[in-house]
């Protein structure tokens, strides 16, 4: 593996959160780019030959893009903390690491934001299943505990657990379960943790 030669493209109030949280566990050296969605940064040429879809965060590494949150943390922790923050590819572990990272996004992220109804029938034809399913899947991962991987803390709670500590912050999950209130608690008591939500929200 080459050296690190990483550019975050990051926004204050944005999902590049997740990316820093998660390069802040790594501890690998890293340049921020300021692309403020405020100020329409994410939409401008320059950007748009990054991610087309002019979202945030955009990771480079010399000449690798990488977009979309759980391809940058899988590309980091593979890249960066391979056996620390991503089991090996023979460790049984990586089914559920992989599994959680596509997750995170593919399932839990619309399930909390878009208003359905919840019932099997619509639940059928959507990739993303109910709530309930999804939050019963989530208690079974994190039952013991503490992390998606039992004691091995991951780059998939980080990606995961930006999704829910979000939700939960902004009160998009009603009534949440202490399962996931105590994650998110053992999550935002980590120091990586503290650092990326400074540099994020610190402004508001
Ligand atoms: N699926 C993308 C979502 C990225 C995303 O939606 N970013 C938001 C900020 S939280 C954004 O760039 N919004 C500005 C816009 O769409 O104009 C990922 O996981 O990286």
Redesign the pocket.
């Known amino acids: 593996m080459a050296e690190p030669d990483i550019t975050l493209y990051f ?1 204050p ?4 959160f ?1 990316a820093r949280w998660l390069l802040e566990e790594i501890g690998v050296p890293y340049r921020v780019e300021t692309t403020d ?1 405020r100020r329409g940064d ?2 401008r040429e320059a950007y748009l030959r990054l991610n087309p ?5 955009a990771l480079t590494d010399g000449p690798v893009v990488v ?4 391809a ?1 943390c899988l590309y980091l922790a593979d890249c960066y903390a391979p056996g620390r923050l991503a089991p090996a590819i023979e460790d049984p572990r990586r089914g559920p690491y992989l599994r959680w990272m596509v997750f995170s ?1 593919a399932v839990l ?1 619309p399930s909390i934001y878009l208003d359905e109804p919840q019932d099997e029938a619509v639940a059928r034809g959507r990739g993303w299943g109910t709530r309930a399913a999804v939050m019963a899947s989530l208690e079974q991962a994190l039952t013991p505990g503490p992390w998606l991987l039992g004691e091995m803390f991951s780059a998939a709670d980080v990606m995961l657990g930006a999704v829910l500590s979000v939700a939960l912050f902004t009160k998009r999950i009603p009534e949440p379960a202490s399962f996931l209130t105590d994650y998110d608690a053992r999550l935002s008591a980590r120091p990586a943790y503290k650092r990326a939500a400074e540099a994020t929200w610190g402004e508001a």
Request: proline share 10%.
């Open positions: 926004s109030f944005s999902r590049g997740t969605i994410h939409k879809m002019g979202k945030i965060p977009t979309e949150c759980p940058i996004t992220e």
